[in-house]
């Protein structure tokens, strides 16, 4: 391979001298010429600009607007709609503002039903109390919890749930005892007054019962026609 490159003449050179290669045969067997990297490529004649090959394949670019989403498109599901347009009519109002109508009139009426069964110094220092209990409450000075607690109370009195009201009596002196301290004391006097008239009451009716069915039961005797 090396006989292609070596120029022909002198044939009196020595054997051990170096060959003398002909670059102009070198660069005719190289191949086929490249363009250098840093040539730049002429422009088109007809001036249309050059456009890359990889935004040519790409296609034709969309028309009109873009389809709308699936989501867009989609309506809401029935029960949502249904769920978050309905409101239960059921559910109490708990933010109602209690009256001292509703709370004290009961209290009054129980301590009435006590006048007579209880001594009068009693029923006179549940009166002040309840007295004390309207001044406050008139004045703005409870909070609506107490309020709130308060008609509990009295709705559990007027079913003569003793235990309940007197149960809800506790939570107050517990939880709000500096607004409650001063006539508390009235109302829980109240409910067990009102609790023993109440068990004196089915106690007497026990026994005209009991009396009459014994009276019935005695042979020879009739009622009077």
């Given at each position: 391979m090396a006989e292609l490159y070596v120029k022909p003449g002198n044939k009196e050179r020595g054997w051990n001298d170096p060959p003398q290669f002909s670059y102009g045969l070198q660069t005719l067997a190289g191949g086929p010429k490249r363009t250098p990297l840093t040539k730049r490529i002429a422009a088109p004649q007809d001036g249309s600009p050059r456009v890359p090959v990889s935004q040519t394949s790409q296609g034709p670019p969309p028309m009109g607007p873009p389809p709308p989403s699936s989501q867009a498109s989609r309506?809401?599901?029935?029960?949502?709609?249904?769920?978050?347009?309905?409101?239960?009519?059921?559910?109490?109002?708990?933010?109602?503002?209690?009256?001292?109508?509703?709370?004290?009139?009961?209290?009054?009426?129980?301590l009435e039903d006590c006048r007579g069964h209880t001594k009068k110094q009693v029923c006179d220092d549940i009166s002040r109390r309840l007295a004390l209990l309207q001044e406050q409450w008139a004045g703005g000075k409870l909070s609506v919890s107490v309020k709130k607690r308060m008609a509990l109370l009295v709705q559990e009195l007027s079913?003569?749930?003793?235990?309940?009201?007197?149960?809800?009596?506790?939570?107050?002196?517990?939880?709000?005892?500096?607004?409650?301290?001063?006539?508390?004391?009235?109302?829980?006097?109240?409910?067990?007054?009102?609790?023993?008239?109440?068990?004196?009451?089915?106690?007497?009716?026990?026994?005209?019962t009991a009396t009459a069915e014994e009276f019935q039961t005695v042979p020879g005797v009739q009622e009077a026609p």
């Open positions: 309506p809401p599901p029935v029960g949502s709609y249904l769920a978050s347009s309905v409101k239960p009519a059921n559910l109490p109002v708990m933010e109602s503002e209690t009256l001292l109508e509703d709370v004290l009139k009961p209290l009054e009426e129980a079913s003569h749930q003793w235990d309940a009201a007197d149960n809800i009596h506790c939570s107050l002196m517990v939880d709000h005892v500096t607004e409650v301290s001063q006539w508390m004391v009235g109302v829980k006097r109240l409910i067990a007054e009102k609790r023993n008239l109440s068990s004196e009451e089915e106690a007497n009716e026990e026994k005209s």
